[in-house]
């Protein structure tokens, strides 16, 4: 189930305009003051013979004078230009051409990068003002029952539980540069299943550096706490309660563009460890060979066809070192893991937004009695606004995966969701989900199938108070048939944010 602070519970951009390109204004056009007919460009000497005006020799009138008479000094000689002026003209010129860039600059800085703090949405938070930031708290708390917390065929023990979080958003509001952050977190505890009370927490702070106009850096750091809860093949049997698994990480990158061309180089690096679990007996589990730490770079090359629509190439490498060199099953885990995707990331007229590829994924493990892990990737994440009222919304995640299973190399998954947002009223949502997931543990020969259905209910009473109902059903099919289940869940919370 997923956690209380995760949106999935409550019911949820800028397109890049650029800015119009200007020619530099014409340089001012300065009086003549140079005979280009004179010998060495010298300055020309008035001209002997008849006017501008009056007759020539032959009776005809002469055609008028191309050019303005130069000033004439006493003693008639030409007055030289004012270069001086002449320049200050053309510095105002350039100047003015300078202020009109800064002014297109800035105003498309303020469409770009600054959040803005209004919201068009009625019932939608507007956070608080710090200083720069926006701050969006919120507290949610959530009464359910669940007739499988132990995710089991048999044997079944239904139980209510209660769920705790909250969420901290804080965005800054710069004219440039940028920094997030990302707190989610929540306890679940249940009322006759104690052994599977459970904490999560996803916690990001994000910051981006605008070098250049055209180049920026991103960084990320990431602290994420989670729990092989009931149901998960990796769980340990017998634990009192389900133990921790931490990740620790943050993620660097370059971004630099030429014209419509765009390359991104990123590297991570993530350390994800695994407490060791307390059994009912007594004794204690030592999970540590489970510990690895996983370095990444990723190379991405984006090209825009045209505003909104941009295709783009990536590949990514990424290696797993094992904190134990060898496991308690005797098995060398430390593998090396490749991936490439096509893909195109795009928003028409802001009706559809999102990004989707397709490409193919491996994993080369060091032992050989580990064979390797390929498959097709297909990632996406679509939102499609059908109307002013309905919203629709598509994910699609390919990852390979750790883990005990049985003498497992790893496993394979693919997970698809779907989600409908209708809104009744301003103030009244529904939402349908749907959801697949498959698991493929490789050489074992075990294959499951995770279903998720769910419809919810959000009335949102006003700005900071949100009421939530939501009717749940999860099921796993396996070609196992001992590790089949359904579980069936009910829920009704309440949300303060501000």
Request: proline share 7%.
């Amino acid at each position: 189930m997923p956690g209380l602070a995760d949106p999935s519970l409550f019911p949820a951009g800028t397109e890049e305009a650029a800015a119009e390109g200007r020619q530099p204004p014409n340089r001012p056009r300065l009086r003549p003051s140079i005979d280009a007919d004179a010998p060495g460009g010298t300055t020309a000497a008035a001209r002997s013979g008849p006017g501008t005006t009056g007759s020539s020799s032959t009776g005809r009138t002469p055609p008028a004078a191309r050019r303005v008479p130069e000033p004439l000094l006493p003693g008639g000689r030409p007055q030289r230009p004012n270069w001086r002026q002449n320049a200050r003209a053309y510095d105002a010129a350039i100047q003015a051409a300078d202020g009109r860039r800064d002014r297109v600059e800035a105003a498309r800085n303020d469409v770009l990068r600054v959040s803005p703090i209004e919201t068009t949405e009625p019932f939608d938070p507007v956070g608080i003002r710090v200083g720069s930031f926006v701050l969006r708290p919120a507290f949610d708390s959530v009464l359910g029952y669940d007739d499988n917390p132990l995710r089991v065929a048999t044997g079944r023990r239904p139980s209510l539980f209660q769920r705790f979080g909250g969420a901290m958003l804080l965005r800054s509001d710069w004219s440039r540069h940028a920094l997030d952050a990302d707190i989610r977190g929540s306890y679940t505890k249940y009322d006759d299943v104690s052994g599977n009370n459970r904490p999560e927490l996803d916690a990001r702070l994000r910051g981006r550096v605008d070098i250049t106009e055209r180049t920026r850096t991103e960084l990320e750091g990431r602290y994420l706490l989670t729990t092989e809860s009931a149901g998960d093949p990796d769980a340990p049997t017998g634990a009192v309660r389900p133990p921790p698994v931490i990740t620790i990480g943050g993620t660097a990158g370059l971004v630099h563009s030429w014209n419509r061309l765009e390359v991104a180089l990123r590297g991570a690096f993530d350390r994800t460890t695994y407490d060791n679990a307390k059994l009912r007996n007594g004794s204690i589990l030592d999970r540590s060979d489970r510990n690895y730490d996983q370095p990444a770079a990723t190379l991405r090359v984006g090209y825009d066809i045209r505003p909104g629509l941009r295709p783009f190439v990536e590949g990514r490498i990424d290696s797993r070192n094992f904190e134990r060199e060898v496991d308690t099953s005797g098995y060398i885990r430390q593998s090396d893991g490749q991936q490439i995707r096509a893909g195109t990331s795009f928003e028409v007229t802001r009706t559809l937004t999102g990004e989707a590829a397709t490409g193919w994924i491996v994993r080369r493990y060091e032992d050989p009695r580990l064979p390797d892990i390929s498959g097709l990737l297909i990632d996406g994440s679509l939102v499609w606004t059908a109307s002013g009222l309905t919203t629709v919304r598509f994910i699609a995640i390919t990852s390979i995966d750790e883990t005990s299973y049985e003498d497992t190399t790893g496993v394979l998954r693919r997970d698809l969701g779907l989600s409908v947002d209708h809104a009744f009223r301003r103030w009244l949502i529904g939402t349908a989900r749907f959801g697949w997931g498959f698991d493929d543990y490789g050489q074992s020969g075990r294959r499951d199938d995770r279903f998720t259905m769910s419809g919810l209910i959000t009335a949102k009473l006003s700005r900071d108070l949100w009421l939530t109902g939501e009717v749940r059903q999860e099921r796993l099919s396996s070609n196992e048939p001992s590790n089949d289940y359904t579980a069936n869940i009910m829920l009704v919370g309440l949300r303060l944010q501000r």
